[in-house]
């Protein structure tokens, strides 16, 4: 499982130039947490992520929408990538676009598990 | 012009509804939100339309893409005058839907979807990219799936089935129709579109592109034939999300027709007798649906199928007058209709249903209330000097100088059959004595004085501008004449988006 999501947040990080972002990222990782679900069951899945996947679907989208709105602040128009200068260790340029991918991420691990619990729960 | 700000009515409603999703199940939160958020809503969009209206065109190259490559969006007088109709209605159901939507449907997310489809809306109506249009119309129809089979009763999903079908189809063949015109010109700006469709030589492959368009834009706007979905699924949903749908959902199509036909597509006479025949048709169709109707729900819904005809028809004819007739029309409609489906909501909750042959003795219980709703009801049917009056005065205009006799006859069936139906559910529904063994179920008397103004609130506020339309025709035929003329000389719009 830590593997599995530590592969996520390299594949949410490359999705700039190569294969990968967000989307790819956010399924990956709620395969962990369904394999997870699928040993320890449901109920200690639910436990180890502390609140309902479904609170994880308004973050995201509210993260993905600022990055989305944020350079009207510079008043440039909406949606334009904006990008810090200089490079980080091992991630490379941080600009706008990264918040928008990690708000995908969080989206589809919400939606995902969101689905799947529901399913797996009715089951009990 | 660029303004960066023309999206504020798109983010108001994206952040209502993300905010609504952090409430989620607190539906007092979610309430406030929704009637604030949407006050805030129409805030931004007067001020847009005055903006547009003082300054000309505004336009914003999403990413800072430059014209032709990048998505648009652009706010012309059209677009900015849609997006104020869209507020307004919104406005209007938002409050109406705080009292008249059960909590039941509140949990289950009812008001974040609701704001999602005001998104689309204004998201569809200011775009200036035919793709990007489809992507807009995708976003509307997926709430409006979700919409409407909420609450999940057998006949609700019934509803639905047919409406998805329809829809479905509906956006395959817009879809298919943007294919063919990006391989044909290598754009998908309109603006674009419209100086490189010229130079296309397979005027033949044109033409058949337009016809998907027609396709597409007709079973969205419930055209004779297609539009059999829109009264065999409007009847079923809770009465405001039929108002957002009544009022909105099938004017988006007409608004795509006046965009597409004016830029894209200019019509010829194939084109123009083709839409003349479906607008005589539908209204036809629809006269004679509205006929037979008892309840008041489904007659509701085949008067919109009547008056989409009078729109087609006008663009139809596509001359200026037309065009002005169809615009004015369009501001009236998108008014009434919304109101007439919040009346509708309105009367179930005073009568608990909707059939005309149990309603009655209205008139007697709640005088004022009737007052209300035969002002409403008198713009519909066109009594001077109300809103549906003088639209049509400048459709009969142009089609006498047009010699489009059989449209003119078929107006007046149209309007003929309006009048009577809404005579036949006025005597019924209000001067009519209640029917003997009927118990009423009066769930309106027993509540609390504000959610009485809740409930009535709204179909007045969407009253007073009706009755502004109809006594300041003057404005509203100014403003439609500069949409109708920029409409027809497209330059202007040209110019603002790609800068030449």
Not at chain 2, 256 to 270: E, H, T
Not at chain 2, 330 to 358: C, P, W, Y
Request: glycine share 10%; charged share 10%; proline share 4%.
């Amino acid at each position: 499982m830590p593997i599995l999501l530590l592969f996520s947040i390299f594949l949410l990080l490359r999705g700039h130039y190569y294969p990968g972002g967000g989307f790819v990222g956010g399924l990956v990782a709620s395969i962990a947490f369904v394999l997870h679900s699928f040993t320890n069951g449901t109920d200690a899945t639910m436990k180890l992520l502390g609140r309902k996947p479904l609170s994880l679907i308004p973050v995201g989208l509210g993260i993905s929408a600022f990055s989305v709105i944020l350079p009207l602040f510079f008043g440039l128009p909406p949606m334009t990538g904006l990008w810090v200068q200089e490079k980080f260790p091992l991630i490379g340029l941080i600009g706008s676009s990264l918040f928008f991918d990690i708000g995908v991420y969080l989206v589809v691990i919400g939606v995902v598990l969101t689905i799947l619990f529901t399913i797996s729960l009715t089951d009990d | 012009m660029t303004g960066n700000h023309i999206l504020a009515s798109v983010f108001i409603h994206l952040f209502i509804a993300i905010f609504q999703l952090i409430a989620w199940r607190k539906t007092v939160t979610q309430r406030i939100l929704s009637v604030g958020g949407a006050l805030v809503g129409l805030i931004i969009a007067i001020v847009l339309f005055q903006q547009v209206y003082l300054h000309g065109t505004y336009t914003l190259n999403a990413a800072n893409w430059a014209a032709p490559f990048g998505i648009v969006f652009v706010a012309d007088l059209l677009s900015a005058t849609m997006v104020l109709l869209t507020s307004i209605a919104g406005f209007s159901v938002s409050i109406f839907s705080s009292m008249g939507i059960s909590r039941q449907r509140m949990l289950y997310g009812y008001f974040p979807i609701f704001h999602f489809l005001l998104m689309g809306l204004n998201g569809a109506f200011l775009t200036g990219d035919i793709f990007n249009l489809y992507v807009w119309f995708e976003v509307i129809i997926i709430s409006s799936f979700v919409l409407m089979t909420l609450g999940g009763r057998k006949q609700q999903l019934e509803g639905a089935v047919k409406y998805m079908a329809m829809n479905i189809l509906a956006s395959m063949f817009f879809l298919t129709g943007i294919g063919i015109l990006y391989g044909i010109t290598g754009s998908l700006n309109m603006a674009d579109l419209s100086t490189k469709i010229q130079e296309v030589e397979n005027r033949s492959l044109v033409g058949i592109t337009s016809v998907f368009f027609i396709l597409g834009f007709g079973i969205k706007s419930a055209v004779f034939p297609l539009y059999f979905w829109l009264p065999s699924s409007y009847h079923t949903p809770p009465s405001a999300v039929a108002a957002t749908f009544g009022g909105l959902l099938t004017k988006v199509g007409i608004y795509a027709m006046l965009r597409v036909n004016s830029l894209i597509f200019i019509p010829d006479d194939f084109t123009k007798k083709l839409l003349m025949t479906i607008a005589v048709l539908t209204i036809l169709t629809g006269a004679f649906g509205a006929l037979i109707k008892t309840s008041v729900r489904r007659l509701f819904s085949y008067l919109i199928v009547c008056h989409i005809g009078f729109m087609v028809g006008g663009i139809a004819m596509f001359t200026k007058a037309a065009l002005i007739g169809t615009v004015f029309y369009l501001i009236h409609d998108i008014m009434v209709k919304t109101n007439m489906f919040l009346i509708a909501g309105l009367i179930r909750q005073l009568r608990g249903t909707m059939s005309m042959e149990k309603l009655g003795g209205l008139y007697r219980e709640y005088p004022k209330i009737s007052l209300l709703i035969a002002i409403v009801l008198f713009s519909l049917v066109g009594i001077p000097p109300l809103s549906g009056f003088w639209p049509k005065i400048y459709l009969f205009r142009d089609s006498f100088s047009q010699h489009q006799y059989v449209y003119i006859a078929a107006l007046i069936i149209g309007s003929l059959a309006t009048l009577y139906v809404i005579a036949k559910m006025w005597a019924e529904a209000f001067w009519k004595e209640t029917p003997p063994g009927i118990t009423v179920e009066d769930k309106f008397g027993p509540l609390p004085v504000y959610r009485k103004i809740l409930l009535v609130l709204p179909i007045g506020i969407l009253g007073s501008v009706s009755v502004y339309i109809g006594i300041n025709a003057e404005t509203i035929i100014q403003v439609a004449d500069r949409i109708a003329s920029e409409l027809i000389d497209t330059s202007s719009y040209i110019q603002a988006v790609l800068k030449k």
